[in-house]
T-cell receptor, first 116, second 114 residues
Framework: QQQVKQSPQSLIVQKGGIPIINCAYE??????FPWYQQFPGKGPALLIA?????SEKKEGRFTISFNKSAKQFSLHIMDSQPGDSATYFC???????????????FGQGTTLQVKP | NAGVTQTPKFQVLKTGQSMTLQCAQD?????MSWYRQDPGMGLRLIHY???????DQGEVPNGYNVSRSTTEDFPLRLLSAAPSQTSVYFC?????????????FGPGTRLTVL
């Protein structure tokens, strides 16, 4: 299955809160899981990424948690700020050696609003 | 570097018209892709290319054609526009890294088909 399911569709938190966005996949051949951030009127930009042999990755206030057995991964934003208000997409790449190199499958997106 | 550029930024078409969305990158990336973004549907892959002269279909290829004659350019053609093709279109280019892949998106083209 070449699908990535993302939830929730939208999320509202207060400044300082910790929004969590979840993604699930079926294809165990996926080998790379990035998260993208998109501001209104702009193209998505890479935020943070993880490989399936790692359970957690932190970059600044952003953390990916990865559960290989459950085929789920999530994005946590620590101490969220109004400037984090954006749409977030998870994605997954079919395995590099399956002939799909360079192709990313995206989730449905989550619109995050951080209230001051 | 200009990165990934797309033209036009906005376009209105009538049903049945044809047009080409332009995409260019100056980073010498092998891989390029076209996505469409619709509310609640995320980014859906239309076509992608792993190098000059090589293209393949993504999740939603019907109604769209692509070609890749050079590394830099990857135009998307709508042969006979339909209202269902009203969307925001993003072109992206990428390269492989030791950890995975880095993909860069263009600013998008907002297309309305009447």
């Amino acid at each position: 299955q070449q699908q990535v399911k993302q939830s929730p569709q939208s999320l509202i938190v207060q400044k300082g809160g910790i929004p969590i966005i979840n993604c699930a996949y079926e294809n165990t051949a996926f080998d790379y899981f990035p998260w993208y951030q998109q501001f209104p009127g702009k193209g998505p930009a890479l935020l943070i990424a993880i490989r399936p042999d790692v359970s957690e990755k932190k970059e600044g206030r952003f953390t990916i948690s990865f559960n290989k057995s459950a085929k789920q991964f999530s994005l946590h934003i620590m101490d969220s700020q109004p400037g984090d208000s954006a749409t977030y997409f998870c994605a997954a790449r079919p395995g590099q050696f399956s002939g799909n190199t360079g192709k990313l499958i995206f989730g449905q997106g989550t619109t995050l609003q951080v209230k001051p | 570097n200009a990165g990934v550029t797309q033209t036009p930024k906005f376009q209105v078409l009538k049903t049945g018209q044809s047009m080409t969305l332009q995409c260019a990158q100056d980073m010498n990336h092998e891989y390029m892709s076209w996505y469409r973004q619709d509310p609640g549907m995320g980014l859906r892959l239309i076509h992608y290319s792993v190098g000059a002269g090589i293209t393949d279909q993504g999740e939603v290829p019907n109604g769209y054609n692509v070609s890749r004659s050079t590394t830099e350019d990857f135009p998307l053609r709508l042969l006979s526009a339909a209202p269902s093709q009203t969307s925001v279109y993003f072109c992206a280019s990428s390269y492989l890294t030791s950890g995975g892949q880095e993909q860069f998106f263009g600013p998008g083209t907002r297309l309305t088909v009447l």
